[in-house]
């Protein structure tokens, strides 16, 4: 189940056949897409509108006046500095997935080439830290937090997230099947260990750890309880955080709520446009969510 | 699972020589140290000290005279934040809660998602190779999305006047109920309408990853087997019930598995969408967690209600390797 190729074709079904089952395949596949995309239309939709169109009752679903007076109202709001709220959720997001891709790889390549003593019980504790919620143990987080005086700073969100046990497992799991001649041909070559794993394993992770990026860079960018819990300042506020703030502060007026969302959304569906294959078949090797 | 073992394998560690050469010692435990000392401090003290924390009516503001805040006015009270969950007082019901809430939510999230991502999956791969990356991409579309943004979505969508969703159920002739998140009296077969409007909203942010899970799954059906029985006569559904479901139970108990233990660590769009209202019919665990340990910072009650947590996942995972256990040959 692990290693399908998603690419593979499939022979003629039953629904390629038949054509009355084709048509309801199709049809019900549509439904699915409406039923998934309408939402993200219609909050776009409502953010293009006037404020005045947004209360009317029944409501519209395109604009019939086409606007982006929600959109200049947030650029110009004093309270609202976009470009401090996106460069926060960068560099905790950017920052995290390189650390981890580091730890994640290093770690993985001890455990998947070295034998040594102790190694069942350290990667035993690994596996047991996947099956550990992170809610289960966000309160001594946060009080280690607390000891570190790291409340209410952006490294808060990094430092507790540095090395990830899925991500250990993963990199594990892949570099099993790496050819150890090659490890040998760089040793007798007069690499050092570190160079070994720097210059000849490292290059050659490029699909695990993009998966692997990817997820943690999602994870981070859509976090929102440990920023919660950790970030007080609001020009500390990462993007849903700031969502939330900007919510409650406009709680009616849904242009501009709605407006704040596809702010939020867009860079991550951005990304998604480009990255889609590497996700969606990450999900299908790994499991990952 | 460690096929990596098997003799031959150019993948497999060298057994031949136990321990490291010097150069090596250096560079695992060079490495290996301050790893595992970080996750002694991120890792293994946290899980020790919930539990330690568990035992003590702990708050931060206040001062203890012992270890690390504990001792003093935050005294050792052994299981009594457990036996509390018993009790009749509003803090322990509001618990019961919780924990019930949570429970209906991660079952009727499990049933619902199940019985659309499962045919969903077996149709969409039974399309035309194109159509089915585009048409897999799109409905994944939702899982990548900020869960904070989805909930205000959904807020939105669910809004008795402008919402599109009663809007729609007028165009087609129904009445739509008064108001979907906030109406304490509304109920859908006992399940309150609040509830209902959150796993809407959650199964659809949610569904795309499952299909996906069982898109790959099937397309490891190998098709001679669904060829063999078209060709004795099975139907659509014969083969669904007969071939698909059963070749799929690995990967059904996994996402089962999954899909119960995500459900009950769901926090973001109780908090940002219902809040827990009306009158705490969707207020979650994880909601329950969080105030308490933050708003009213009594974390040793809140680590006890953390316990509670760990053991309905370890639950769901002791019984799934339970099953896995028993014979999956076909």
Known sequence: MATVDLTQSSSPSVARRNPLARIGTYAVLAIGLAVTLVPFIWILMTSLKPASEIVRIPPTFFPEQWSLNSYQTIFNDPKVPLARFYLNSTLVSVGRVVITLFTSSLAGYIFAKFVFRGKNLLFGFILIQLMIPFQVVMIPAYLILVQLRLIDSLWGLVIPSMVDAFGIFLMRQFISTFPNDLIDAARIDGASEFGVYWRVVMPNLGAPLATLGIFTFMATWNDYLWPLIVITTHEKRTLPLLLTWYTSQHGQRYDLTMAASILVLLPILVVYIFLQRWIVRGVALTGMK | ?330
């Open chain 2, 1 to 330: 699972m460690t096929q990596a073992a098997i003799a031959g394998d150019p993948g497999a560690p060298r057994k031949e020589r136990a321990g490291l050469r010097p150069g090596q010692r250096t560079f695992v435990w060079g490495a290996l140290i301050p790893i595992f000392l970080y996750l002694g401090v991120f890792a293994l003290f946290p899980m020790i000290w919930v539990v330690v924390l568990s035992f003590f009516s702990y708050s931060p503001v206040r001062v203890g005279d012992g270890l690390l805040g504990l001792g003093g006015r935050n005294p050792f009270i052994g299981l009594e934040n457990f036996t509390s969950m018993l009790a009749d007082t509003q803090t322990a019901q509001l618990f019961r809660t919780s924990v019930k809430n949570t429970l209906i939510f991660a079952f009727l999230v499990l049933v619902v998602n199940l019985a659309i991502t499962l045919p969903l999956a077996v149709l969409v791969e039974s399309v035309h190779n194109r159509v089915k990356g585009v048409v897999r991409a799109i409905y994944f579309m939702p899982t990548i999305s900020s869960a904070v943004a989805v909930a205000i979505m959904w807020g939105y969508v669910f809004h008795p006047q402008q919402g599109l969703l009663n809007n729609f159920i007028k165009l087609i002739g129904l009445t739509p109920p008064k108001s979907w998140l906030t109406d304490p009296g509304a109920a859908v077969f006992g399940v309150p309408l609040a509830m209902v409007a959150v796993i809407i909203a959650y199964v659809w942010q949610d569904f795309g990853y499952n299909l996906v899970i069982f898109i790959a799954a099937l397309q490891g059906i190998p098709h001679d087997i669904r060829d063999a029985a078209q060709i004795d006569g099975a139907s659509g559904w014969q083969q669904f019930r007969r071939i698909t479901v059963p070749l799929l139970r690995p990967t059904l108990l996994f996402v089962c598995t999954l899909t119960m233990i995500s459900s009950f660590q769901v926090f973001v769009i109780f908090q940002v969408m219902t809040g827990g209202g009306p009158q705490n019919q969707t207020r979650s665990l994880t909601m329950d967690i969080y105030e308490n340990a933050f708003r009213y910072q009594a974390m040793g009650w809140a680590a006890a209600m953390s316990l509670i947590l760990f053991a309905m996942v370890l639950i769901v995972t002791l019984v799934q390797f339970r099953v896995l256990r028993t014979d999956w040959e076909y």
